[in-house]
């Protein structure tokens, strides 16, 4: 009986664990409000994104790889990452990508509460005001919600994103091909892939993500789609 009740317990715990993951932190769960994903399917049209940069060499890397291709596309970037390589932002934003606020620190319990959200929020804008750069899209680092969240994005007149990962094991590298193929299945017409330049806002190898960059791109371009940043492919450009 006593380890029926245990089992019961525990199931009831992860079941609460997982409605708690699907409110506050799925990338597709709207329970906080809108949340897009995903933008219209008209067109073949992808936005690829980056979290957690800039990070060197590899931010650099894609930006070589997608300037080379004609290729815009959005960066949510970490403030204390922007402080370290302000330049590579500068880079991005004169090259005509998009930069994105994506937190200060990315430490996970800053997002858990409305006065450290707020100070993410407050710190992570003046890491790009430094730069003269005023962000209007945010994807929360975890892609983690509160509901006091659109209240201060609306103070600082960010809109959220979200989008779809490309490969549930990115933070691990596997091969770039395996990455490219998943991200390949995934990619489907107003499709926001999301990568990763960096990793938690601190200096990670991330060559396969570029590698997995340079052999997805053909492969959408050899089947029609084009590429624009996430702000075009949501309407939400000025
Ligand atoms: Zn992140």
Known sequence: ???RAIAGTAAGAAGAVGAAYWFMMSPYS???GRFPYRGPAAERTVALTFDDGPNEPYTSQLADYLDDQDIRATFFQVGKAVQRHPDVTNRLVSTGHVVGLHG???EFTQYLRRRTLADELDRGMGAFAELGIRPTLYRPPWLLRIPALPGLLQEHGLDVVSGEFCHLLEVAQPSPQRMA???FRVARPGSIVIFHDGWDGK???RAATVEAVRLLVPRLRAQGYTFTTVDKLLGLAV
Request: aromatic content about 6%; hydrophobic content about 40%; glycine content about 0%.
């Open 1 to 3: 009986m006593r380890k």
């Open 30 to 32: 709207q329970a906080l």
């Open 104 to 106: 200060y620190t990315h």
């Open 181 to 183: 193929a998943q991200a």
């Open 203 to 205: 200096s990670a190898d």
